[in-house]
């Protein structure tokens, strides 16, 4: 079975860009998660879907960061424009309904410069 | 304000011996404390959780200790080998793992031969 999987694993753009992350879950997690960990810092939660539904957004930073999720599958993490404190490691963690685990994917890891 | 303070940031220690790294949360509520384990250029991996119903679990050679009326958990590694080299984060969550993960900041392990 497939992990979760995040693309690209490593980006790079300029301030004032924009930049979209991907997150395939395992397949059949309802939950799906975005985390970021900014260099030496905690792993911070960002947002929370239930299927297709944003269930938690409290931790998104500000309005230039939008989620989605198509169709309860797959996850976009869009970044506009891109500010030199963007910079971190994006990770997304899926779980089923079934159980509190959740697994989490490699990892993006954005660098604004 | 950080929830989950985690220490120490770095540790090493010899093949053989034991690795004890600390974890102190706030919010009383938090009812599921997992451990995850992140090599380099991989994404956080649960290693052992516990519940506060009980102050020992054991996996392996992974010992988790919890103190409630402290607030307070830590991960033991008995027999540390340098395959266990790898940063490691505390965390801790709200309705049974079912809410999203407050995590600490990390430590890098590394297990010297």
């Known amino acids: 079975e497939a992990g979760v999987t995040q693309f690209p694993s490593h980006s790079v753009i300029e301030k004032g860009q924009t930049v979209t992350l991907r997150c395939d879950p395992i397949?059949?997690?309802?939950?799906l998660y975005w985390y970021r960990r900014v260099m030496g810092k905690e792993i911070k939660f960002l947002l929370h879907f239930v299927k297709e539904s944003k269930q938690d957004e409290s931790g998104m930073p500000n309005n230039r960061f939008l989620a989605e999720r198509t169709g309860g599958t797959y996850s976009t993490l869009k970044v506009q424009p891109a500010e030199l404190e963007d910079s971190g490691v994006y990770f997304c963690a899926s779980s089923s309904q079934g159980a509190g685990e959740a697994f989490f994917g490699q990892g993006t890891r954005l660098t604004v410069v | 304000q950080q929830q989950v303070k985690q220490s120490p940031q770095s540790l090493i220690v010899q093949k053989g011996g034991i690795s004890i790294i600390n974890c102190a949360y706030e919010?009383?509520?938090?009812?599921?404390f997992p451990w995850y384990q992140q090599f380099p250029g991989k994404g956080p991996a649960l290693l052992i959780a516990?519940?506060?119903?009980?102050s020992e679990k054991k996996e392996g050679r992974f010992t988790i200790s919890f103190n409630k009326s402290a607030k307070q958990f830590s991960l033991h590694i008995m027999d540390s080998q340098p395959g266990d080299s790898a940063t490691y984060f505390c965390?801790?969550?709200?309705?049974?793992?079912?809410?999203?993960?407050?995590f600490g900041k990390g430590t890098m392990l590394l297990v010297s031969p």
């Open positions: 516990i519940r506060p119903d009980v």
């Open positions: 919010n009383t509520a938090f009812d599921y």
């Open positions: 965390a801790a969550s709200m309705n049974s793992g079912y809410s999203t993960l407050t």
């Open positions: 397949s059949g997690h309802d939950n």
